[in-house]
């Protein structure tokens, strides 16, 4: 017997106001058609003025301890994925801890940018099968609106808030490949990629939070590669073919992206779980917002093969196979 990491509730937060391209369309040189077509997006919902990280955290923490019908008092750690933290320190997670009436346990954030939630899936995973907790709250939570330079058409439209959050509980299994839970995780990092994607500032170099920059055609051509790569492993190293999985839920940056990937691994569209067109990319928090919607709506069920995918700054790159 060994232990796994069942996902046992799922929840999500979106920020009421919604932007949508023909507004932008109005405060930047673009057209709702040219970020249709080169992207698949067609509105991001933006955080309210005082409206913070950590707020959308909490409500996507909540609604996921509410659908899996678990007690905040029996969370033993939460791993937050952030790369628009509240505050330079402390984590965003320990404010999450304290909103959400965890008393013990441990809170901190995870940083691998639009890779995060599948970093933080993976780190909460190691925690619950080595026993040093048993109940894991694993949030991607994004105010990227903060950082991004508003005037610069080339990376204003491909952005949005949101939040999303799984509950983990450990359940025995098998060992085998039928057992619910995450069935493997891998991640990767690229450090020499920097300059291709990063935040211009911090607190250790210019003081300020700076603005996010992006070579956005290289970016894209590293994606497509990297997480057909990646997905390959994870499948490869589960002895699971690319035909058996029930649906693919990627970071959702681009359907370009989206459609490349899963015509590179043989996964019709029909199995991809697509978010994109209403949220845009909130980096971290993009797939457990995918998750909890195609979760809430029924298509994914217990028993069925689940495959996420993800690449960011960094470069940063992982995929999760999870019976679900
Ligand atoms: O989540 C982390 C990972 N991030 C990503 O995966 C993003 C990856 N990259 C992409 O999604 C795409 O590269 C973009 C959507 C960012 C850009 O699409 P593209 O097809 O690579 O376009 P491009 O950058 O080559 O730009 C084509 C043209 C340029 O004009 P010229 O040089 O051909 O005259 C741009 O200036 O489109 C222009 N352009 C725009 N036009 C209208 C760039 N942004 C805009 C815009 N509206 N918003």
């Given at each position: 017997?060994?232990?796994?990491?069942?996902?046992?509730g799922c929840g999500a937060y979106l920020p009421e106001r919604v932007l949508t391209n023909q507004e932008l369309a109005g405060?930047?040189?673009?057209?709702?058609?040219?970020?249709?077509?080169?992207?698949?997006?067609?509105?991001?919902?933006?955080?309210?003025?005082?409206?913070?990280?950590?707020?959308?955290?909490?409500?996507?923490?909540?609604?996921?301890?509410?659908?899996?019908?678990?007690?905040?008092?029996?969370?033993?750690?939460?791993?937050?994925?952030?790369?628009?933290?509240?505050?330079?320190?402390?984590?965003?997670?320990?404010?999450?801890?304290?909103?959400?009436?965890?008393?013990?346990?441990?809170a901190f954030d995870v940083q691998a940018v639009c890779s995060g939630f599948v970093y933080a899936l993976n780190v909460a995973d190691n925690f619950i099968r080595l026993g040093q907790a048993r109940t894991?709250?694993?949030?991607?939570?994004?105010?990227?609106?903060?950082?991004?330079?508003?005037?610069?058409?080339?990376?204003?439209?491909?952005?949005?808030?949101?939040?999303?959050?799984?509950?983990?509980?450990?359940?025995?299994?098998?060992?085998?490949?039928?057992?619910?839970?995450?069935?493997?995780?891998?991640?990767?990092?690229?450090?020499?990629?920097?300059?291709?994607?990063?935040?211009?500032?911090?607190?250790?170099?210019?003081?300020?939070?700076?603005?996010?920059?992006?070579?956005?055609?290289?970016?894209?051509?590293?994606?497509?590669?990297?997480?057909?790569?990646?997905?390959?492993?994870?499948?490869?190293?589960?002895?699971?073919?690319?035909?058996?999985?029930?649906?693919?839920?990627?970071?959702?940056?681009?359907?370009?992206?989206?459609?490349?990937?899963?015509?590179?691994?043989?996964?019709?569209?029909?199995?991809?779980?697509?978010?994109?067109?209403?949220?845009?990319?909130?980096?971290?928090?993009?797939?457990?917002?995918?998750?909890?919607?195609?979760?809430?709506?029924?298509?994914?069920?217990?028993?069925?093969?689940?495959?996420?995918?993800?690449?960011?700054?960094?470069?940063?790159?992982?995929?999760?196979?999870?019976?679900?």
């Amino acid at each position: 017997m060994i232990i796994r990491s069942v996902i046992a509730g799922c929840g999500a937060y979106l920020p009421e106001r919604v932007l949508t391209n023909q507004e932008l369309a109005g405060t930047v040189d673009t057209t709702d058609e040219w970020i249709v077509k080169r992207t698949g997006i067609r509105q991001r919902h933006i955080a309210a003025k005082g409206e913070l990280t950590s707020d959308l955290a909490l409500e996507a923490g909540r609604a996921a301890l509410a659908d899996a019908g678990i007690a905040p008092e029996e969370i033993d750690i939460i791993v937050l994925a952030t790369a628009t933290p509240d505050e330079t320190f402390p984590a965003t997670a320990t404010t999450v801890q304290h909103a959400i009436g965890m008393k013990g346990g441990a809170a901190f954030d995870v940083q691998a940018v639009c890779s995060g939630f599948v970093y933080a899936l993976n780190v909460a995973d190691n925690f619950i099968r080595l026993g040093q907790a048993r109940t894991a709250l694993v949030i991607g939570a994004e105010t990227f609106s903060r950082i991004l330079d508003w005037s610069d058409r080339t990376t204003c439209v491909l952005f949005g808030d949101g939040a999303g959050a799984v509950v983990l509980r450990a359940e025995e299994g098998e060992g085998t490949n039928a057992d619910r839970g995450i069935l493997a995780n891998k991640i990767h990092s690229d450090g020499q990629y920097h300059d291709l994607l990063y935040v211009d500032g911090g607190p250790s170099s210019t003081g300020a939070v700076g603005h996010l920059k992006m070579a956005g055609k290289e970016v894209f051509k590293h994606a497509v590669t990297n997480l057909a790569d990646v997905v390959d492993e994870v499948l490869l190293g589960s002895g699971v073919s690319a035909d058996e999985v029930d649906w693919l839920v990627p970071h959702q940056a681009n359907m370009r992206i989206l459609k490349s990937t899963a015509a590179r691994l043989g996964v019709p569209l029909e199995k991809v779980v697509v978010t994109v067109d209403r949220h845009a990319n909130t980096s971290a928090a993009s797939i457990p917002l995918a998750i909890a919607e195609a979760h809430g709506d029924g298509r994914l069920r217990q028993g069925q093969l689940v495959v996420l995918e993800a690449m960011g700054g960094g470069f940063t790159w992982g995929a999760s196979l999870i019976r679900w």
